[in-house]
């Protein structure tokens, strides 16, 4: 499961993932994409202009990932640092 909101991580992660992997991806991409706004911190935007079914997607994305036994994680990302903070010293403590 790729819990993302960016499009070059899905392309990525497709071109460098062995072949016999089938990559299951978080919808957040599918359906919002085409609702993106580059500007810095322009989610606030998408979520008002959609009424906040990107946050309410977040959260069940949120919820399937916390189901994995393994993470590959970035310390650039606030919603990895979340992960592994929830992981550490919630589900794992």
């Known amino acids: 499961f790729l819990a993302t909101e960016d499009p070059q991580a899905v392309d990525a992660m497709k071109q460098q993932m062995p072949p016999h992997w089938k990559l299951h991806v978080d919808p957040f991409v599918a359906d919002f994409s085409s609702h993106r706004v580059e500007e810095y911190n322009g989610n606030p935007k998408m979520a008002t202009a959609l009424k906040g079914k990107p946050g309410l997607a977040a959260l069940g994305s949120l ?8 993470f590959v994680l970035t310390t650039a990302s606030n919603w990895s640092l979340l992960l592994k903070e929830l992981v550490q010293h919630v589900l794992e403590p």
């Open 63 to 70: 919820l399937v990932a916390l189901e994995a036994n393994d």
